[in-house]
């Protein structure tokens, strides 16, 4: 009888052991997922600061070193911003040209209904000086900035290669401004400004002080400055779907826009690559009269999608001179989209296109030239942690720097 009430006892005691330890496991692993959400939570949290992880000190410790030796004021009322603002006023967006802007635009309109003047007549707010930091403190701002040197050759690629309208006012000022011994279609066209005279423009322009074009400007232009205005978030071209993801997924979950799909980005980039194909045919009339070659015009259109690694560089321009005197823009998309499709298969190839095409368009710049323009982008580099001597550019050692034997551009 004693040996049963001792087992009894022991039976008990081991119960309440055994029942103890299960809940200490249940409130362990609750615990874990508490401190696992709320580690979630806090990430979210801290992926603020200028675009940065804010335990990331090292990008955060560039970031303001940068704004010291640069020698920028914090006074947000000293200057004019270029913004872009939601009409509930709470969002905020920088634009900088040639780091997604066209994208970005077209994101806003899409998500809060309004158009670009509308966008800019939001934003009067705040360039007034008395409202600029109340504004803002509002409201989630951002701007998009990308690498340097990608950006400048984006703009000669885009601009200046690429038949546009911006051949006869921009064209034709930097050429004037760079070249000597201009023929007479130069000087009333501008269509064949080389990526040399864009960045001889660009450093002497920059050196001298004057004012640049807005497309090859510093990115941290007193209208866009970080260390002047305090963004909240500063996304990178390289990074876009997951930076938009988090700044519009935030946006909707303070109910401050509609629903925001995830794969945005994605859409809005098939979007904009044949947006360039209105400007082709826009400029065409403009050039009659020229004895510029409409055979190299259209070429020019069609190397410009191999240079951006959209179609492979193995696929031949489609068309006999003869073609092109009657050529519809319905005919030349369908071409160009299903070149397109072909290539797709051949992201390796294409990604390496676009490597070799901006090192081959930077090989004609003398060594001079390329020492004094990483002077002119050092602060963008200083500011969002890009290199500023990038190796596939300056050391010719570099196994990129190994020029391809195709010739990207064609028709120049």
Same mark, same amino acid.
Request: proline letters at 2%; hydrophobic letters at 35%.
């Given at each position: ?13 081991? =119960? ?80 900088? %040209? ?18 670009? /003047? ?28 990308? /690498? ?22 921009? =064209? ?17 066209? =501008? ?15 920059? /050196?001298?002080? %004057? ?26 071209? /390289? ?174």
């Amino acid at each position: 009888m004693r040996r049963k009430k001792i087992f009894l006892l022991f039976m008990i005691i081991f =119960g309440l052991q055994l029942l103890s330890g299960i809940c200490y496991v249940t409130e362990v692993h609750d615990s874990n997922q508490t401190n696992e959400s709320s580690r979630k939570l806090q990430e979210e949290k801290c992926v603020l600061s200028n675009g940065i992880l804010m335990n990331d000190t090292n990008r955060l410790d560039t970031l303001n070193k940068a704004c010291r030796t640069l020698g920028f004021s914090e006074d947000v009322n000293s200057t004019d911003i270029r913004a872009h603002m939601s009409p509930n006023l709470k969002l905020l967006y920088c634009r900088v %040209n040639k780091c997604a802007s066209t994208m970005t635009l077209e994101l806003l309109k899409q998500l809060y209904s309004c158009d670009t /003047e509308c966008l800019i007549k939001h934003a009067e707010r705040v360039r007034l000086k008395a409202n600029a930091r109340q504004v803002m403190d509002d409201a989630f701002s951002f701007m998009v900035v990308r /690498e340097p040197y990608g950006r400048l050759f984006s703009t000669y690629c885009n601009i200046f290669y690429f038949p546009k309208e911006d051949w006869l006012y921009r =064209g034709t000022k930097l050429i004037k401004l760079t070249r000597l011994n201009i023929s007479n279609d130069s000087l009333v066209y =501008g269509h064949d400004l080389t990526f040399s005279e864009l960045v001889k423009y660009t450093v002497d322009t920059f /050196e001298i002080g %004057n004012r640049m074009d807005e497309h090859v400007r510093p990115m941290h232009h007193k209208s866009c400055n970080p260390c002047v205005f305090k963004f909240d978030f500063i996304a990178h071209l /390289e990074t876009l779907q997951n930076d938009f993801d988090f700044i519009f997924s935030k946006q909707h979950e303070e109910q401050y826009v509609g629903m925001y799909q995830k794969n945005t980005v994605i859409s809005l980039k098939d979007w904009t690559t044949l947006g360039p194909i209105k400007h082709l045919f826009r400029t065409i009339p403009l050039l009659k009269g020229s004895t510029i070659s409409l055979y190299n015009v259209y070429l020019r259109a069609w190397c410009y999608y191999q240079i951006t690694g959209h179609v492979l560089n193995a696929i031949n321009f489609p068309y006999y001179e003869s073609d092109l005197i009657e050529i519809r823009k319905e005919d030349f998309i369908r071409e160009l989209t299903k070149a397109m499709k072909i290539s797709l298969i051949h992201k390796d190839r294409l990604k390496l296109q676009r490597a070799e095409a901006m090192i081959q368009a930077y090989s004609t710049i003398s060594d001079e030239y390329m020492e004094r323009l990483s002077n002119v982008v050092l602060g963008d580099c200083l500011l969002f942690g890009y290199e500023n001597k990038p190796a596939h550019l300056f050391d010719t050692t570099n196994c990129l720097q190994k020029k391809s034997d195709f010739n990207y551009f064609k028709g120049l």
